[in-house]
């Protein structure tokens, strides 16, 4: 039951958090979600950087990985929305902005995650 409850706390910080970043960076203008792509890119890093520590001689505990890296990181990070944005893309027929998005979320996400892991090593 802790452990859901540090699950619970850090996804609602991080979803919050995600939440702040998309209403003032996602630009409703040109309709490229600079929030979310910033979201997701961020939490690869942390993630990296979170999970790069807890293997590195157990310097943190379960409990503090599954608060920052299952509930923090996932909270912040999110799926579903990047989905639901390039569906927009698609349907509106910006095909160059999805393949830019998705693929810059792709490899940008990645090249994060890698590089947090790095920074612990």
Do not use: W
């Not at 993630?47 to 503090?64: F, H, R, V």
């Not at 893309?89 to 490899?107: K, M, P, Q, V």
């Amino acid at each position: 039951m802790k452990q859901l409850l540090f699950v619970f706390l850090g996804g609602g910080i991080g979803s919050v958090l995600r939440y702040v970043i998309g209403k003032y960076l996602n630009s409703t203008e040109s309709g490229i979600p600079y929030g979310t792509f910033l979201a997701n890119i961020l939490g690869s890093l942390l993630i990296g950087i979170i999970l790069g520590l807890a293997a590195k001689n157990d310097s943190l505990t379960q409990n503090q990985t599954l608060l920052l890296a299952t509930g923090f990181c996932g909270g912040f990070t999110t799926f579903s929305t990047f989905a639901y944005e390039n569906h927009v893309f698609l349907r509106s027929g910006d095909f160059t902005s999805f393949a830019i998005y998705t693929i810059a979320s792709f490899i940008v996400g990645f090249l994060a995650v890698f590089a947090g892991m790095y920074l612990v090593e």
